[in-house]
Nanobody, 115 residues
Framework: QVPLVESGGGSVQAGGSLRLSCAAS????????MGWYRQAPGKQRELVAT???????NVADSVKGRFTISRDNAKNTVSLQMNSLKPEDTAVYYC?????????WGQGTQVTVSS
């Protein structure tokens, strides 16, 4: 597995912003995809946004126009800028790293949006 260290998250009022970051502790991964998923209480884990090592992104319709995913390949990090947050964005957010060999998950970070 690839150890992932997440940071960011917290509590914010509706309309506010938060930024999540995730660092992969190894280097020289080759082609890979990093991204964020979330799981709200009583719901299945769902994709939020992913980005490949060549910069192709996949963003959930529910967050398009509000969330932006980016990555720094030199630092093996991926970030999620979350703007215009809504109460329905409340969930545990998980970082994910995936390539031909690994499918690793971070420990999760709580995001709570109050109305």
């Amino acid at each position: 597995q690839v150890p992932l260290v997440e940071s960011g998250g917290g509590s914010v009022q509706a309309g506010g912003s938060l930024r999540l970051s995730c660092a992969a502790s190894q280097s020289r991964f080759g082609i890979n995809t990093m991204g964020w998923y979330r799981q709200a209480p009583g719901k299945q884990r769902e994709l939020v946004a992913t980005i490949t090592s060549v910069g192709s992104t996949n963003v959930a319709d529910s967050v398009k126009g509000r969330f932006t995913i980016s990555r720094d390949n030199a630092k093996n990090t991926v970030s999620l800028q979350m703007n215009s947050l809504k109460p329905e964005d409340t969930a545990v957010y998980y970082c994910n790293f995936r390539n031909s060999r690994y499918d690793s998950w971070g420990q999760g970070t709580q995001v709570t949006v109050s109305s």
